[in-house]
């Protein structure tokens, strides 16, 4: 009876103390604390006790390595020590290191087993941003796909956010962000990608990876993208009207990545060295002072760069510029409609080219459509100023009908390019404005050419009688 209370007795405290790895001595090696976490720069500190075990020295080992065994120290580590006071041993590590992380072991050498208990040391690192590659710009071509990707470390594992001038990128699709990750180096790094497949110049900036982990500071590195593409050229207008003797200056505005060279040719061949060329910004510039005739023709810009090259023409010519048409509603009678037109042309226009179409007769909403009417009109005398208005009258119209018309002009050089198609429409009964009241069975026709004065104008009345 009395030998089954000591067995009792003993039993009891060691059951007591548990969370040792040797389950049948855990009451004889107790760390105080098994898991740690400090900021790194910091000091780590690891108690172990020995119960029923005094007077055997504690071995400190960090994995394979041996830190110290009582308070002899055998790491050359300056920033390790210990202090062992009765069953007490006091691992101190002082400015902890990201590669400092890991599993510390106290340990006792005993007949039999060794006893130990594990400690685990887990150092918080603020996150680190590093582009890829190093120099932070990528170069591509339009039309290919990229991936901009940042290494990022950090304990705890960072997050990491994508944004453009300021605004956060958030995936079109499952596939616009990827990211990968390695445990091989410490702290532990990952890779976080940002995806953009078939680049356009639109793509072309700066963008941002940013990573945080709740350990400050918040950190971020950027990615210049730049994507490459032939030239492109637009010019203000391809066809130039004027004169002899005006000056003439066209324009050329140049895209391209890398930034394209431009030349100008006049009837593909280079001008000469003396011609008044200017650049400001991506746009280019031909300045001509006073044109002559032997200068009518074809200019061109052509651009290169290592993607490839590109030509635009702008014809440089003594003909009419494109008329404009212009008309007003109260300008449509039943049978009539006054059409009226404006244009630039420095040599005197001789003749016009008006023609016009039924489109739909009054309730025929799906159209009727018909052959087009061929006017010739005479052209004017030339007035000082080369911009031009002139009215004309079309008469023995379809009432409540919809037409089209457009016109033309010539002078010595040709005819100008047609006019945009005009649509009007002529009224079920007369309309009689304020200018023809009063005016009874007489229509008026006028056809006129703007001049600088109303003495240059010139008038032409013509009275139709009807019965």
Not at 136 to 165: A, F, H, Y
Not at 265 to 274: G, I, N, S
Not at 370 to 377: A, G, H, R
Not at 418 to 426: A, D, G, M, V
């Amino acid at each position: 009876m009395y030998f089954l209370w000591i067995l009792i007795w003993v039993w009891i405290p060691l059951k007591g103390c548990g969370g040792l790895s040797n389950t049948s001595l855990q009451s004889r090696l107790v760390g105080e604390v098994s898991n740690i976490s400090v900021p790194v720069g910091s000091s780590a500190q690891f108690t172990c006790l020995q119960l029923y075990l005094k007077g055997n020295n504690i071995v400190w080992r960090r994995g394979f390595e041996i830190l110290a065994t009582g308070t002899l120290m055998i790491t050359a580590d300056p920033r390790v020590s210990v202090v062992s006071e009765g069953g007490r041993s006091l691992l101190s590590l002082a400015g902890v290191e990201p590669g400092d992380s890991g599993e510390y072991v106290c340990q006792v050498s005993t007949i039999g087993n060794p006893i130990s208990t594990s400690f685990f040391l887990d150092v918080q690192v603020s996150p680190s941003v590093a582009p890829v590659p190093r120099s932070g710009v990528v170069i591509m071509k339009e039309g290919e796909s990229v991936e901009l990707c940042c290494n990022v470390s950090g304990n705890p594992t960072p997050q990491v956010t994508w944004s453009r001038d300021d605004i956060r990128l958030e995936p079109s699709s499952p596939s616009s962000f990827s990211s990968s990750s390695s445990s091989s180096s410490s702290p532990p790094f990952c890779s976080s990608c940002l995806r953009i497949l078939n680049l356009s110049p639109m793509d072309t900036g700066t963008y941002t990876c940013s990573a945080e982990n709740g350990i400050p500071p918040r950190t971020s590195a950027q990615i210049n993208l730049r994507v490459e593409y032939p030239p492109t050229i637009v010019v203000r207008e391809d066809s130039f009207a004027t004169g002899i003797q005006q000056q003439v200056t066209l324009t050329c505005t140049v895209d391209g990545a890398p930034t394209p060279t431009l030349i100008w040719q006049f009837q593909d061949r280079a001008l000469p060295e003396h011609s008044e060329i200017s650049e400001q910004g991506s746009t280019h510039s031909l300045h001509i002072p006073r044109i002559s005739e032997t200068q009518f023709g074809n200019y061109s810009c052509l651009a290169r760069n290592n993607l490839g090259s590109f030509k635009k023409y702008i014809e440089v010519h003594g003909r009419p510029g494109q008329v404009d048409l212009v008309s007003d509603p109260w300008r449509s009678g039943e049978t009539y409609h006054h059409v009226t037109w404006s244009l630039l042309s420095y040599s005197p226009v001789t003749e016009y080219r008006l023609l016009y179409r039924i489109v739909s007769k009054g309730n025929d909403e799906e159209g009727s459509g018909s052959d087009w009417t061929n006017v010739i009109i005479p052209g004017a005398q030339q007035t000082h100023s080369p911009y031009l208005n002139v009215d004309w009258t079309l008469q023995n119209l379809v009432p409540h009908s919809t037409y089209e018309c457009l016109v033309q002009a010539r002078n010595k050089y040709g005819w100008s390019i047609p006019s945009s198609r005009f649509p009007f429409s002529t009224t079920n009964s007369v309309y009689k404005s304020a200018s023809t009241q009063n005016i009874g069975k007489n229509l008026f026709i006028s056809r006129s050419t703007a001049g600088t004065s109303l003495a240059s104008s010139t008038c032409i009345l013509v009275l139709l009688y009807t019965v």
